[in-house]
């Protein structure tokens, strides 16, 4: 694999109403110690091969700004790809697909791949599925989040939107499909994978993610060390 | 919801211009509660960037002459020629421009905050034409109101930096700066570009040997214009003229005069030497310190109002609350000293010990610009060459029309300089093949007809006879003004309000402001603040890094 440095970088965005409202499921078997996890994180990293290829994704999720609909246009620039996330015992919460992906598509570049990601896990009345995602992804064993249900379990109970209604909403917005638990993880990184398996049959999309290969943005970061040493620590 | 109005918060800080938003920034790991609100529907206020729609938007809001939103008071029946060529929104007595977010009482919504008097007599033009000749959709678009290049000494560049924000900002260089001379024989020479370095100096043609000499003689003594050593020079005429202290102590001839008044950007083209030397000495020791051949740089999609939104997205990261859309009402009828209670109009009412808001009143003595912003069908590459090897491909220009440099409207009898920044569509303001042009200079009589001269000037000179010049598909122009220079602010027992100043009307970005942020954030951090200055605006990363790296799918 290539050192790292020289990897595309690919900027993913996780979007989404929060899961808020839920919070009578969940709250005392949710573990406080854990939730300083998601809070105070700028993006993600992470790295992902997908059809022999290397990438870096930067994963960034809505930092609680989706709670007031207040994300900017800021958050949008250069995004590869957005996972637009709903909740699967919460239809309203599916209901509201139509106007995210149409912020997506707004203030997102115009070749970004949209992704539909239908979430199963009850969450903390502080988190967004968005962040709870992002952070589960890279984290190996998630096993302090004692959440309640799990994929199977919310079939019989919590549903409330079907499979199918996912599925055939997603293909009329062209856009990638699955369900996940970020619980069991199952499928937890099927939309990624996915996701940037798309990116990468977008070669314009590509040719935004090469390192130097912009040459009017300049690099503050090598200034920035610059600075860096001035500090002391 | 409900849970906003139950804890008291350690801020509220109301607006989300450039000031605000760092304050936000600057709070983002101090465990302090933060609810960040916005009156408008968008993020940075008088510094934000719009499509077409929003401008459209925002010109209708802030369409009104003085007169108009001033009507009862007092001076309403003034020459109203007069009144609308020099504002003086009433900071006192208006009671048709609701100026304040927090004295008017809830169910006024419609005269609060989203119309502040420091912008009035905006207009929109759209060529004819526009669609057929290619102005793309409204989102295509991105215009700042009140563009600023910051040069690369900034501080605000080295808080952006050592607090970690800067990451989600592009920054792009801004090139070179030409002095437009109307005498010149042919148009191709209309544009003079001002030599960047000493090398540059030496190697223009279109100075004469005699003069390049003194050119660099000033050069050399404005580098460290302030030591011990050359202060004496000019510390007795500080608050004199510079172009008078130029030709007097250093025989700069007319030209060269033009030049150096050209980069310190001043408005009413009298800077004072003390004032313009600082600004002199700012550009040059900023000259390469981030690369070849630039001494600024500009943030990508819309300057400041892109740095605004990346600071409230690092607040937000650290547990500050985002409302838009939502105004603000000190509620009075509290007694208690130690919190401040306001009513937002999503109906919800919270406590908080600290107020932070800005001045949305035009102060009575205030400087007032007319800017105008014109999107043209040409990417205008001349103006966007590298001269320096190995430097980036600019997207940034300036172009100083001295005073009574424009041909035609000499009878004016100017005497104040336009400045114009043409932005190439790497900035994403505006779509590839076409350019965004910012002209601002100070508002006189004729100032509207001043700018279109300029404009066209431009264009013409940029085109240099070979083709058509450039169309214009659409302007946007309005005038702006500032409130008082101070921050304001009352304390009440344990509460505290602050009130930022209006943003500057420099077309560089001016530290001073930054040194508000950091009053404020002493302000609401009390005790808290540790009183060594390393500790403002120096975080650590927070990336959350995947511990299963290597992830491979086929």
């Known amino acids: ?233 | 919801m409900d849970s906003l109005g139950e804890e008291t918060w350690d801020a509220v800080i109301c607006g989300t211009g450039l000031q605000q938003s760092l304050l936000a920034l600057a709070l983002s790991r101090s465990n302090k509660r933060v609810l960040h609100l916005d009156p408008n529907d968008y993020y940075g206020e008088h510094e934000a960037a719009f499509s077409l729609q929003e401008a459209e938007t925002w010109a209708a809001a802030h369409a009104e002459n003085a007169t108009a939103v001033a009507p009862a008071a007092g001076h309403g029946g003034l020459d109203s020629g007069n009144a609308a060529e020099e504002p003086k929104a009433s900071s006192t007595g208006s009671e048709g421009e609701g100026t304040s977010h927090g004295e008017k009482p809830l169910g006024s919504e419609k005269t609060t905050a989203d119309k502040s008097s420091l912008f009035i007599n905006a207009s929109v033009w759209k060529h004819p034409d526009a669609a057929a000749r290619g102005l793309s959709f409204p989102r295509a678009y991105s215009l700042p109101l009140a563009p600023q290049i910051i040069h690369t000494r900034s501080k605000l560049l080295a808080q952006l930096v050592s607090s970690r924000a800067y990451r989600q900002v592009e920054f792009l260089a801004v090139g070179s700066f030409f002095v437009y001379d109307a005498s010149a024989s042919d148009s191709q020479a209309k544009l003079s570009r001002i030599p960047s370095s000493r090398e540059d100096v030496f190697a223009t043609r279109s100075i004469p040997a005699r003069s390049k000499r003194s050119l660099i003689k000033f050069l050399k003594f404005v580098l460290d214009y302030d030591s011990e050593e050359q202060r004496p020079v000019w510390h007795e005429l500080a608050e004199e003229r510079l172009a008078e202290f130029l030709d007097t102590e250093f025989k700069l001839d007319a030209n060269l005069r033009k030049y150096v008044l050209a980069l310190t950007l001043t408005l009413d083209g009298h800077v004072t030497v003390k004032d313009g030397l600082a600004t002199i000495n700012r550009h040059l020791t900023s000259m390469g310190l981030f690369g070849p051949g630039f001494c600024a740089v500009y943030p990508k999609w819309g300057g400041t109002s892109e740095v605004a939104q990346v600071a409230c997205r690092a607040g937000a990261v650290g547990g500050g609350i985002y409302m838009l859309d939502t105004r603000m009402n000190v509620n009075d009828t509290i007694a208690d000293v130690n919190e401040i209670s306001l009513n937002l109009s999503n109906g919800i009412s919270v406590r908080a010990t600290n107020l932070v808001t800005s001045q949305q009143e035009a102060a009575a003595d205030s400087t007032t610009i007319t800017r105008l912003v014109a999107v043209v069908d040409s990417p205008l590459p001349s103006l966007f060459e590298i001269i320096v090897e190995g430097a980036p491909t600019p997207a940034v220009a300036v172009i100083a029309f001295p005073s009574g440099s424009l041909p035609g409207i000499v009878e004016f009898n100017l005497d104040v300089p336009i400045y114009a920044f043409v932005h190439s569509s790497e900035t994403g303001e505006c779509p590839a093949g076409q350019s965004a042009i910012y002209l601002t200079t100070l508002s006189t009589p004729q100032a509207t007809q001043r700018l279109a001269a300029a404009l066209d000037a431009l264009l013409k000179a940029v085109a240099a006879g070979s083709a058509e010049p450039a169309t214009c598909l659409y302007k946007l122009q309005y005038e702006q003004s500032l409130s008082t220079r101070e921050s304001l602010r009352t304390t009440r027992g344990k509460s505290s309000t602050f009130k930022f100043p209006s943003p500057s009307l420099s077309l560089a970005l001016d530290d001073t402001g930054l040194d508000a942020v950091k009053d404020a954030w002493s302000l609401i951090m009390g005790d808290d603040a540790d009183s060594d200055d390393t500790e403002y605006m120096v975080f650590q990363d927070r990336e959350g890094v995947g511990d299963d790296n290597d992830d491979v799918y086929d």
């Open chain 1, 1 to 233: 694999m290539a050192s790292e440095d020289s990897l595309p970088v690919l900027k993913v965005l996780i979007i989404g109403p929060s899961g808020a409202g839920k919070s009578a499921y969940c709250d005392d078997q949710f573990d406080p110690e854990s939730s300083t996890a998601t809070i105070g994180i700028d993006f993600k990293m992470k790295k992902l091969a997908v059809r022999g290829k290397a990438f870096r994704l930067n994963i960034f999720d809505t930092a609680g700004q989706e709670r007031f609909r207040t994300l900017s246009t800021s958050y949008y620039r250069g995004a590869q790809g957005v996972i637009v996330v709903y909740d699967i015992s919460n239809r309203k919460s599916f209901l509201g697909m139509e106007k995210w992906i149409e912020e997506a598509r707004s203030n997102a570049s115009p070749d970004a791949v949209l992704y539909l990601v239908c979430h199963a896990n009850p969450l903390p009345s502080s988190f967004s599925s968005s962040s709870y995602i992002a952070v589960s992804l890279i984290l190996t064993t998630i096993a302090s989040f004692k959440v309640g249900s799990k994929l199977d379990k919310v079939a019989a109970g919590g549903r409330a939107v079907s499979v199918e209604e996912g599925r055939a909403f997603a293909e009329s917005q062209g856009a990638g499909f699955c369900e996940i638990s970020s619980k069991t993880r199952e499928n937890i990184k099927r939309p990624f994978v996915e996701v940037v398996d798309q990116i990468v049959q977008r070669p314009q999309l590509l040719s935004a993610a090469t390192p130097a290969s912009n040459s009017t943005a300049l690099n503050l970061g090598s200034i920035g060390s610059g600075y860096a040493s001035a500090c002391p620590c």
